[in-house]
């Protein structure tokens, strides 16, 4: 008889019961089961698995439903115009990217932006101008870039025709986002935002929120990391001063032409669902985690960071105090210096409890309004029993760096051929492929850019402390012939 690796894998992931503190942000199922509609779906979900017959509309000529549905999304979220995507945030950002920027554009992107933005990047043969990611060293959590690098950037580069910004990050926090919307404005800066893990914000006034509400150009947000919907599935909205038809043609491009209407169906619930819950449901959930951070940071051996740990990291400056928020219906779960993130996460998973991931010295949680105050004591005792020792790892300081000379762009990296060299014999090349340490997953260096003494000694540093550095294999990198 044939095998069904997949199909025994997952079956047996579902079996252990783990509790899910980690997306999709129905959590098992329990977001449809909250309402009497959510429940009808869920139940019927495999009989909703059909095609576009007479009646069920079409998402790429949207007519009848699925246009009624578009529109309730604009309309909650404060749009000109909203989308459902069912290929993810993922074709949210090449959609966002492809319709605002012509081949040859200047933009201005964040250093570590999720590689959806940086693919669509090279096939768009964009020119980009890169903005560092700030790490906090009390805790070694990467926080979004600060004013006054952006200050500059755009100062140095008014040719810019947009900047694209991760808002929150993976962890949660956000940067000030009104103060950069504003001072992108007055440099005719167009400001994209992939609020990926940002699909719930301003449903309460104690969330971040909504970007579209502070200003943006556009957005997207991946329905499926924190609402109750499927995976795979985002919204895309549009702002002010875009062309719609670029969007209505490009958004369909990178759509399948047989969209799943469990996908769609699932979107509609979504916005259904925080509109008409969000408000009270996330003032219930944002009690709850505040209450427990405070009764896992009394176990003194783990620190949950709060508003209160944001402080300025840039430091050397008085005048842009900056100022960053967090998401509270997510936890940045931090062990001392000395100990390790990953095997916190290990040892939750032993015990039954699922995080979303962890890097050097963090475990991130993600929540939702179906995670139950059982969850929250679960995780509670587990932690509570968590023997330190067994946590135990060398502490490796994240170091600073500046960003290389850029020789080539991108996507000029992608036409000429390579090859692969010793790492210390690569000073002066350029460099093919990203080289990214995690953590931070910050890289260090990007394609197109030349690998120097001081960068390649960075490189040597995180190899010498085991740290996993992506586009390093066997100490050999890839460079342009
Ligand atoms: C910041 C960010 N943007 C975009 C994406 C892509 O989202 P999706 O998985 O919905 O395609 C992710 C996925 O993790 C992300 O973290």
């Known amino acids: 008889m044939s095998r069904l690796p997949l199909v025994d894998g997952v079956l047996t992931y579902i079996k252990e019961k783990n509790v899910p503190f980690c997306m999709p942000g129905h959590k098992g199922g329990l977001g449809f089961l909250k309402t009497a509609k959510g429940r009808e779906l869920y139940e019927n979900f495999i009989k909703g698995d059909i095609t576009e017959v007479d009646g069920l509309d079409n998402l790429h000529h949207a007519e009848g439903i699925i246009k009624e549905s578009q529109q309730l999304l604009s309309s909650y979220y404060g749009s000109i115009k909203s989308y459902f995507l069912v290929n993810g945030s993922t074709s949210g950002n090449f959609t966002m990217v492809f319709s605002t920027f012509k081949e040859g554009d200047k933009i201005i ?267 929250f004591e679960k995780l509670y005792l587990a932690l509570k029993d968590c023997d330190m020792e067994s946590l135990k790892e060398q502490y490796v300081q994240i170091i600073d760096y500046d960003i290389p000379s850029q020789s080539m762009f991108p996507y000029e990296v992608m036409f000429r051929e390579k090859t692969i060299v010793e790492l210390k014999n690569s000073e002066g090349e350029i460099c093919a492929e990203a080289i990214v340490p995690y953590p931070p997953g910050i890289p260090i260096v990007m394609p197109g850019e030349r690998l120097d003494e001081y960068n390649i000694a960075m490189i040597i540093y995180y190899l010498k402390y085991n740290v996993t550095v992506l586009g390093v294999n066997d100490g050999k990198v890839a460079i342009v012939k």
């Open 109 to 375: 992107v964040e250093r570590n932006c999720h590689r959806s933005i940086f693919n669509a990047i090279i096939m768009r043969k964009l020119k980009p101008v890169y903005i560092k990611n700030k790490i906090n060293s009390k805790y070694d959590v990467p926080f979004p870039f600060d004013k006054e690098s952006f200050l500059y950037l755009i100062h140095e580069n008014k040719d810019a025709k947009g900047i694209i910004i991760t808002y929150p990050n993976y962890y949660g926090i956000c940067l000030d986002l009104p103060y950069i919307i504003a001072t992108a404005k007055k440099y005719d800066i167009k400001v994209l935002v992939d609020a990926a893990h940002g699909a719930h914000f301003g449903a309460n006034k104690l969330l971040p929120e909504n970007p579209l509400k502070m200003g943006a150009n556009m957005v997207v947000m991946s329905a499926h990391k924190t609402l109750p919907s499927l995976t795979q599935t985002a919204f895309l909205h549009v702002g002010e001063d875009i062309d719609i038809s670029k969007v209505d043609f490009y958004v369909s491009a990178f759509l399948s032409t047989s969209p799943s209407y469990m996908f769609l169906c699932s979107m509609d619930y979504a916005r259904f669902y925080i509109e008409e819950y969000g408000e009270n449901d996330y003032e219930e959930l944002i009690k709850i985690c505040n209450l427990n951070r405070v009764k896992i940071n009394k176990l003194d051996k783990f620190h949950i960071l709060g508003q209160e740990d944001l402080e300025d990291v840039s430091g050397n400056s008085i005048k842009y105090i900056n100022k960053y928020t967090l998401d509270l219906t997510r936890y940045i779960l931090n062990v001392p210096k000395g100990y390790s993130g990953h095997k916190l996460l290990e040892y939750l998973r032993i015990n039954k409890i699922q995080a979303e991931m962890s890097d050097s010295r963090n475990v991130v949680l993600i929540f939702s309004p179906f995670t139950k105050q059982q969850d």
